[in-house]
């Protein structure tokens, strides 16, 4: 009986998740008028010129290549920075240790939206808004608590006899955090890397508060924009936003092993 209710409440769960996204692909190969008399049925005749438009617009390529620029530094500093913090946590004994970790334990339930008005006052007397550093550094910053925990959890999986070996090797403990400790834990960046990419792709409140300069705006700040500009013409809409939703859903889907593996195999050790 049990069995049965997991079952249940997984596909209920998954049909939330997936016919929206499915409404929305389909509803980009139709016309309003096939929107409104066969909103849930196939696409009759199926028609491509909503996507196609979307894909000839040049300002959905400037966005797009925003959001790829600002995901990628983003992750690369949050990782990078996450995991040599979470190594120093993990491998080396100091006082204060557990202290330092708890405050970026604590930031896992330190909600962005309640730092938006402090953060734009920050921001704007240090001279970065409209500068997509106004976007990565907050973004490194509230994204280095989940990433210090999974990667902390993870290298303490790591046995210290390993360390042992390598220091009686001649192994230093950077040569061994960067030649051995990295590529044991690939399942845990990939899984934090993920998590990174994905909330930046979908960030809207940060860029709409730094950008004022419509050169810089990303995918998310495009999509209301587009919203407002076509709010008549519901399957343009669609087609648009998802265009900008499928980076995040391919990532996901590729590296959903190794995300489901990176957040269970190091969490079980605190």
């Not at 993920?194 to 990303?218: C, E, H, K, M, Q």
């Not at 587009?226 to 008549?232: H, L």
Request: aromatic fraction near 12%.
């Amino acid at each position: 009986m049990r069995s049965v209710a997991l079952h249940t409440t997984s596909l209920v769960v998954g049909a939330a998740v997936v016919v929206p996204i499915i409404f929305g692909i389909l509803g980009g190969f139709k016309d309003n008028g096939q929107l409104f008399t066969n909103p849930f049925g196939l696409p009759d005749p199926w028609l491509p010129g909503n996507y196609l438009d979307a894909l000839r617009s040049t300002a959905f390529w400037q966005q797009a290549t925003n959001s790829v620029v600002i995901a990628v530094v983003s992750t690369a500093l949050v990782v990078g920075v996450g995991a040599m913090a979470a190594y120093i946590f993990a491998r080396f004994a100091f006082p204060g240790r557990e202290f330092l970790f708890t405050l970026f334990a604590v930031g896992l339930m330190f909600p962005f939206a309640v730092a938006i008005l402090p953060l734009f006052v920050l921001l704007r007397g240090m001279g970065l808004l409209g500068n997509p550093l106004g976007v990565i550094l907050p973004q490194v910053a509230f994204g280095l608590p989940i990433t210090i925990v999974i990667l902390r959890s993870f290298f303490r999986t790591i046995p210290a006899e390993v360390e042992e070996s390598a220091v009686l090797d001649g192994c230093g403990p950077f040569r061994f955090f960067w030649r051995i400790l990295l590529p044991m834990a690939r399942p845990a960046l990939g899984t934090v890397s993920v998590l990174a990419v994905v909330g930046s792709w979908n960030n809207y409140l940060l860029p709409l508060i730094v950008f004022n300069d419509s050169r810089w705006w990303t995918l998310p700040l495009g999509v209301q924009q587009f919203q407002s500009q076509y709010s008549a013409d519901t399957a343009r809409i669609l087609a648009y936003v998802t265009l900008a939703m499928l980076p995040s859903l391919v990532c996901y889907a590729l590296a959903e092993r190794q995300l489901i593996g990176g957040l269970t195999s190091g969490l079980g050790k605190g």
